[in-house]
């Protein structure tokens, strides 16, 4: 029986994670090590300056004390499947979407990253929402991750070493087909809130920037963006050599 490690960056108790859980069962064994509590926006961090601890909150479901997806994986890597990796981790899935530049600030997409940084395929997902809405229907995202992982385990995965799946579903749609896309250029800005507290001491909750982005000048195709304005499920090839190949030679002329 093939084995699927899961995790995500919303914690345990999301209803998101065990939707993702009721889309796979029957086509694998399962086992789910989540963070604790949300760690959103955490990006491929581990832990390193206190111990971690399983918590089992079920048969092979555990929820990490105060870890990170990262640790999640790494320290599943190593003790729960250290005699026998699993055939597919998959993270997810996400409540908002993980495209363009924000896949670096991404949990969700870190734990894929380290996944495959210890040759395990990888599929991270996420579902684009409206965060003044509530979460809605996942049945796209639960189709869209059966017919993935069915796909890998009929005929294999179809990306090379430490590259993932990056998938992104969008909103309001029970079908959508699928487009191969590029991760896109996210326009960012300062959405940072002041306030006080009944002291008058400041801080500070930083906010969420719209989801406006543009495509990358002389590539063909749509980026992750496109894809889902038009209605369509984003699945993106990730690579994690972030190295600036077209720029070497320019450097090399500039030292």
């Known amino acids: 029986m093939k084995q699927i490690l899961i995790t995500n960056d919303d914690g345990y108790e999301s209803e998101a994670l065990h939707a993702l859980i009721d889309a796979l069962k029957g086509l694998a064994n399962i086992t789910v090590v989540a963070p604790a509590s949300e760690k959103s926006a955490c990006g491929h961090s581990l832990t390193l300056q206190h111990p971690l601890s ?33 055939d597919l981790v998959i993270s997810g899935i996400n409540k908002g979407s993980n495209m363009g530049e924000d896949i670096t600030y991404s949990g969700t997409a870190a734990a894929a990253m380290e996944a495959v940084l210890h040759d395990v395929p990888a599929i991270a997902i996420s579902q684009v929402m409206d965060f003044t809405k509530p979460l809605g229907s996942l049945k796209l995202a639960q189709d869209t991750i059966r017919a993935l ?32 896309t590029y991760a896109g250029y996210r326009k960012y800005g300062n959405d940072a809130h002041l306030h006080r507290n009944p002291r008058g001491m400041e801080y500070y909750w930083l906010g969420l920037h719209p989801l406006e982005f543009e495509s990358r000048d002389g590539r063909n195709g749509l980026c992750d963006f496109e894809a889902i304005k038009q209605g369509m499920v984003s699945v993106t090839p990730i690579l994690l050599d972030l190295s600036a190949y077209e720029s070497m030679k320019k450097l090399n002329e500039w030292l």
């Open 149 to 180: 992982v069915e796909k890998i385990f009929e005929g294999g995965f179809p990306l090379k070493k430490r590259e993932f799946l990056n998938v992104n579903i969008p909103i309001g749609l029970d079908k959508a087909p699928l487009q191969v």
């Open 54 to 86: 399983f918590v089992s909150v079920d048969d092979d479901f555990y929820k990490l004390e105060d870890g990170t997806p990262s640790d999640c994986v790494y320290l599943s890597l190593n003790s729960i499947f250290k005699d026998r990796k699993p």
